[in-house]
């Protein structure tokens, strides 16, 4: 009797830590750790065209595409693997090296070029923020509050494009690449001690603790095993297809964003950053605004195919202009 009632009261008090747990964390830590790594790697814009351009002056758009396509392919392989860690051993931890190394090659823009971009491609192995930031909102968040979540997030990445880039190609301008590499990584170390110092667990204890009996399986870490198990619902099928033929241009156009503008059309670094922070705030309205009126007034269906719609005529426009207005 003493026993049920010693294990019925631990069972009560992992409840009330997970729930005070759950409490403590918050979207605005989410919010806030994505701020700053992806405004410190804004400031870098300029620099990072620059050092491009001079490193393989030869095979830029090449190079640029390797790079990325390189980190790409590893966030791939290695995001569902971190993902089963984190449901074990929380969402900090990961998020903390993930931010990290995310953000690890930054200073070394300037002290080696080679090694930055070498640590660019390697950094995709544990480069998935965005997959341990969703699953921190997913945890604290109700299933319908999680649009709103995640658009919040997917606005704070396009605000901190508004000035970075700007404030970046101005520092460049007056005082040269070394001070924006330095303040870029200053606001790296800030994101990092602002996850070690303030960020809370989200994963409710007794959650993590359960799943510490179960021993993680190839199948979780398999990224491919994801990809087989798409085909088994038809639903979930053309949404995986409808989201990877949306998201495969715009993975080239972002990779190659800046360079084409600076190369090919000709844009000075002040431009570049107007035309950014422009995309910026529209992006942060589309998310906040526009998102929510639109799945309330049309649907989530008809939202989706608007948003195709209005994609398709923005990477034509992208695609087959030539002139800077």
Request: hydrophobic share 55%; charged share 10%; proline share 4%.
């Amino acid at each position: 009797m003493n026993r049920e009632k010693t294990a019925t009261e631990a069972n009560d008090n992992m409840l009330v830590r997970a729930s005070q747990g759950r409490g403590r964390a918050k979207v605005t830590h989410a919010v806030v750790v994505i701020f700053l790594e992806f405004f410190a790697w804004g400031l870098l814009t300029t620099p990072m065209l620059t050092v491009l351009r001079e490193t393989f002056p030869q095979h830029t758009f090449l190079m640029n595409g390797l790079v990325h396509g390189v980190k790409g392919f590893l966030s791939f392989l290695s995001a569902p693997l971190i993902g089963a860690l984190s449901d074990i051993w929380g969402r900090k931890s990961f998020l903390l090296m993930t931010v990290f190394f995310t953000c690890a090659p930054i200073p070394f823009m300037r002290i080696s070029p080679w090694w930055y971009f070498a640590l660019i491609s390697v950094s995709g192995i544990f480069a998935v923020t965005f997959s341990v930031i969703f699953a921190y909102v997913a945890d604290i968040t109700e299933e319908h509050e999680r649009s709103t979540a995640y658009g919040l997030v997917s606005a704070t990445f396009a605000a901190s494009l508004v000035t970075s880039p700007a404030i970046g190609a101005y520092l460049s301008a007056q005082y040269g690449d070394s001070l924006v590499v330095l303040l870029a990584t200053v606001i790296a170390v800030l994101d990092i001690a602002f996850v070690f110092f303030v960020v809370p667990e989200s994963l409710p204890d007794k959650m993590r603790l359960t799943s510490w009996g179960f021993p993680i399986s190839w199948e979780q870490a398999d990224p491919f095993a994801s990809l087989r198990r798409v085909g088994k619902d038809s639903t979930v099928l053309l949404i995986c297809v409808t989201v990877f033929l949306s998201y495969l241009p715009e993975a080239g156009q972002y990779s190659s964003f800046f360079l084409y503008l600076k190369q090919v059309i000709e844009f000075s670094p002040a431009a570049i950053a107007a035309f950014i922070a422009m995309v910026g705030i529209l992006s942060i309205v589309a998310q906040t605004l526009f998102l929510s009126v639109l799945m309330r007034t049309i649907g989530n269906k008809n939202t989706v195919l608007l948003g195709l719609g209005f994609q398709l005529f923005q990477l034509a426009w992208y695609g087959f202009g030539s002139e800077p207005w």
